[in-house]
């Protein structure tokens, strides 16, 4: 396997890859994906700009590829992909390891951003290290759209959010009852205040007995 900065040569392998990213993520959320070319004409756009774009060959095969961007002095993981076939193999790990050395040329940190219904990424991501997720994107929807109950209620620190519910999340039973019993709670007019001290009674007490029992 080897890891090559993207060159003309192999622009037709990595629109191929960029488009099978999204055509796979749409169907993780039950969305509808753009037109193939759409996706191909982006890509291109984003190597022509000077992006920095890696590939994993396997042979003479593309296996996967990383793209980095650049955008107010920080750089940003946008997008990072392995074809099914080639997943298990450490290429993954790969692609990341040769962005950060090459952005540790200009930089001493590497960003990125995670939709929280993708457990799997956010797994991959913490163990290389990733540990940090401090933003939250908000919308406010100033006429009706088309968004429909599709969501999930979460929170951080005891306030209500929502996310949207895919067609491929990988919640276990727990985390469902616990996402349903917080739209329960919010749903009849719990507070941000109510909820801390739920939580705080909660790891005050019955969570530090429970620690205890085990020493």
Known sequence: MRIIRLTEGHLGDFQTLYTEFFMELREKQGWK????????K?????????????????????????RVSSREDCFWV??????PEFRGKGIGRALVERAEKEVLK??????????PQDKDAIGFWKKLGYDTINTIELVKDIKETSRGEGFH???ILGERFRIFKWKG????????????????????????????ELVNRALGGGWSDHGNQGN
């Open 33 to 40: 994906p753009d037109r193939e070319e759409a996706y191909r």
């Open 42 to 66: 982006e890509a291109e756009g984003y190597f022509r700009r000077g992006d920095l774009i890696f590939l994993a060959l396997e042979g003479a095969k593309a296996a996967g590829f990383i």
């Open 78 to 83: 946008e997008e990072i992909y392995v074809r």
């Open 106 to 115: 200009h930089d001493s940190s590497l960003y990125l951003l995670v939709l």
């Open 153 to 155: 209620t979460i929170e």
């Open 169 to 196: 999340e990988k919640f276990t039973d727990e985390e469902k009852r616990f996402m349903e019993l917080l739209e329960e709670f919010y749903g009849k007019g719990g507070t941000k205040k109510e909820f801390l």
